[in-house]
């Protein structure tokens, strides 16, 4: 089974509001990603947040974690267009089986 | 080398028959996984090679499946005997060793098995 349940399942939004999706995970984490995917495309690395860390930004992007929750929330400002596609988190997890492990994602529609 | 590459990008087959996918990872990486994702999932860990070595292959789906890095550079997936079920995405994805980091995906193989 999937690791992470991101929630919404699906967002629609004006081009130039703000995107907020959640994520929780189940078990410890060396760290947390976000991956973008473009409709029937490979996956793209968006931003890496290790267990230590509470918030992380890279350009229109924010993450951030709690890990006492197990979850955490990607943020993207001033939305475009081209920002849409299916967004993903992803855990490596601190014991146990050493491999990156998806949720079921977000499904961001921005609309122009 | 621009990324990982997947070959070919797409492939339909009939039930019964045995497909096979190449993988040609970035080459500084020793890590080096494959995944399968269905129609509005997420991806869905199969196996792992740290080099040529096949660390994880518990996660493959079935016997039918099997994946080879012979020489620690590409790597192959095969599937035997498809079923329809089968039909899906199939990702490769390297890393760096140590593999804490993040994973580089290639654009995918898509399988129809009709």
């Known amino acids: 089974s999937q690791q992470g349940e991101e929630d919404p399942q699906a967002l629609s939004i004006q081009e130039g509001e703000n995107a907020t999706m959640n994520c929780s995970y189940k078990t410890s984490i060396n760290n947390l990603q976000w991956y973008r995917q473009n409709s029937g495309r490979g996956l793209v690395h968006l931003i890496l947040?290790?267990?230590?860390?509470r918030e992380k930004h890279s350009g229109r992007l924010r993450v951030t974690l709690d890990t006492s929750k197990k979850s955490s929330s990607l943020l993207i400002t001033a939305s475009r267009a081209a920002d849409t596609a299916s967004y993903f988190c992803a855990t490596w997890g601190s014991t146990g089986a050493n491999n990156l492990f998806f949720g079921t994602g977000t499904r961001l529609t921005v609309i122009p | 080398d621009t990324g990982v590459s997947q070959d070919p990008r797409h492939k339909i087959t009939k039930r019964g028959q045995n497909v096979t996918f190449r993988c040609d990872p970035i080459?500084?990486?020793?890590?080096l996984y494959w995944y399968r994702q269905t129609l509005g999932q997420g991806p869905e860990f199969l196996t792992y090679?740290?080099?040529?070595?096949?660390?994880?292959k518990s996660r493959l789906l079935s016997d039918r499946f099997s994946a080879e890095r012979p020489k620690g550079s590409f790597s192959t997936l095969e599937i035997q005997r498809t079923e329809q079920g089968d039909s899906a995405m199939y990702l490769c994805a390297s890393s760096f060793q140590g593999g804490m980091t993040e994973a580089f995906f290639g654009q995918g193989t898509r399988l129809t098995v009709v």
């Open positions: 947040i290790r267990s230590n860390e």
């Open positions: 090679f740290q080099n040529e070595a096949q660390l994880e």
């Open positions: 080459s500084e990486h020793n890590r």
